[in-house]
């Protein structure tokens, strides 16, 4: 999977990034506590990044199609390419669907679309050249929603989509 470099701040940094988020709020210290006390970096990184999108983060769905960056080691060990091209399951060069089926967090009672990672079917194939799904958690800023994907599987996948409505 394409991996953006990352990089450590020292939580000063972040606490001013927050000052700048909040700047407005008369709670704006109790919010940056809350949120430095109570969130692991990663949740804080989720959270700063989707600041920083210029169009509106509407978050996933249980049983939303998704695009995933391929996982380079599952490659001829999980899946062909050229099988999975003959299959017409590749929406774009790098990609393979998936279908979320669950959030990655610790509460059973519901379902967080706005979860930093997800648990997805990646859609391979099996020896015979017939769908399969693949169980993996992917982080939620790789995914990419497509419409037009929906109609596809619609018309030849149909099957697969009651993964994701379990």
């Not at 109790?30 to 109570?38: G, Q, W, Y």
Request: aromatic share 14%; charged share 30%; proline share 2%.
């Amino acid at each position: 999977m394409p991996m953006k470099k990352t990089y450590s701040v020292n939580s000063d940094i972040v606490q001013d990034l927050f000052r700048s988020i909040f700047k407005d709020s008369i709670n704006q210290d109790a919010i940056i506590s809350v949120i430095i006390d109570n969130l692991d970096s990663e949740k804080i990184n989720h959270i700063l990044t989707i600041n920083s999108y210029k169009e509106k983060y509407e978050g996933f769905d249980k049983g939303d199609i998704v695009r995933v960056p391929m996982i380079d080691y599952h490659i001829d060990d999980h899946f062909h390419i050229d099988v999975l091209e003959d299959l017409k399951l590749i929406p774009q060069i790098g990609y393979v669907y998936g279908i979320i089926y669950d959030d990655d967090t610790w509460s059973a009672q519901s379902f967080n679309r706005y979860a930093a990672q997800f648990k997805v079917g990646l859609v391979y194939h099996d020896v015979n050249k017939k769908p399969i799904l693949h169980d993996y958690t992917v982080n939620s800023l790789y995914l990419k929603k497509d419409k037009s994907d929906i109609d596809f599987f619609n018309t030849y996948y149909k099957e697969l989509l009651r993964h994701g409505k379990d």
